[in-house]
C-alpha cells in the first residue's frame, strides 16, 4: 500500500504533518504492507517548479523509513515532470500521457473506426 500525501490542501489524501502517524496506523493492519509513498503536485508552467514537493515526499519518507525500513518506494511524477521526479529519488512514475497521448475529453467516448 502507498499513502498518498497533500501538500497543497487541493487533492486527496493527508497531509505531510499526519503521514507518519498514518504509518502507524496503516503498519498495525493485518494482511496489509505499507510500501511506500505517493502524491500528485500541482501543475506547475515548468518541470523544475514541481521540484520542492518530490524533495519533500523523499524527505518525508526517509523519516519515515527510520521507524519503517521497508518503506521504500516514492510514487511521482507524471508525462510532463517524471524525469525531475527520478532525480528526487522515483521508484514509480505515471507516463500515460507521454505513452498513450493526451486523453479524451471528459464526457466524451472515442468509438472505433467502422
Do not use: H, K
Amino acid at each position: 500500500m502507498l499513502i498518498e500525501v497533500d501538500f497543497t490542501g487541493a487533492r486527496s489524501g493527508v497531509p505531510p504533518e499526519r503521514a507518519p502517524a498514518t504509518a502507524d496506523l496503516v503498519t498495525a493492519l493485518e494482511g496489509v504492507r505499507l510500501r511506500g509513498l505517493m502524491t500528485i503536485p500541482p501543475r506547475t508552467p515548468t518541470p523544475e517548479e514541481a521540484r520542492p514537493w518530490f524533495v519533500g515526499l523523499r524527505e518525508l519518507r526517509d523519516r519515515i523509513r527510520r521507524t519503517y525500513p521497508d518503506v521504500l518506494e516514492l510514487s511521482m511524477g507524471m508525462s510532463l515532470d517524471y524525469e525531475v521526479a527520478i532525480e528526487e529519488g522515483a521508484t514509480m512514475v505515471r507516463i500515460g500521457t507521454a505513452l498513450f497521448g493526451p486523453r479524451a475529453a471528459t464526457g466524451t467516448r472515442e468509438r472505433p473506426a467502422p
